[in-house]
């Protein structure tokens, strides 16, 4: 079955970075981009970017680029978001998610990165 | 920057029809912004709901539906349930491999 496992929880001091990551199991890891998505705690989804495992091409929402680097491990079928530069803004759910083609079939479970000095 | 809009919040009552929309602060929604839906409830992660405008992910109940109406995106719940009550927010396609969520509609079923 399709998993997307992430990591646990941060807690990060602000200027700070972070890198969090997806594992994916039960599906061919280099045949599906996967995309990443915030969500501020009480707030709504907000579209980072995405990744191709294959070729590692990436595409990042304009608001993220410069602070964004999404980057893959195929031999571990894992996947990578690290944000830097953090400010207590950025304290949210970070999701992966699995780009079916036109949406998102399968989700991590999300990981929490809280920005707190 | 295009936003996405939805209506904040709605209100439907049990065994009620109701109409969720997406629309684009500056042009119209098509099928070639690729809508699609999600549920997502407090504490959960999103799910696919409805995607490529109208085709319902694999187990959702058939009283979603996806639409085009007018100018934007359309979900459309018939016959509402308690456990609907979610937040809904639809994604589209902007082109140049860019998406975009809506704000989310906070649905409260009563």
Known sequence: ??????????????????????????????????????????????????IHPNSGDTNYAQKFRGRVTMTRDRSINTAYMELTSLTSDDTAVFYCARDAGTSYDFWGQGALVTVSS | QTVVTQEPSFSVSPGGTVTLTCGLSSGSVSTSNYPSWYQQTPGQTPRALIYNTNTRSSGVPD????????????????????????????????????????????????
């Open chain 1, 1 to 50: 079955q399709v998993q997307l496992v992430q990591s646990g929880a941060e807690v990060k001091q602000p200027g700070a970075s972070v890198k969090v990551s997806c594992k994916a199991s039960g599906y061919t890891f280099t045949g599906y981009h996967l995309h990443w998505v915030r969500q501020v705690p009480g707030q709504g989804l907000e579209w980072m970017g995405w």
């Open chain 2, 63 to 110: 009283r979603f539906s996806g639409s085009i109406l007018g100018n934007k995106a359309a979900l459309t719940i018939t016959g509402a349930q308690a456990d609907d009550e979610s937040d809904y927010y639809c994604l589209l396609y902007m082109g140049s491999g860019n998406w975009v969520f809506g704000g989310g509609t906070k649905l409260t079923v009563l």
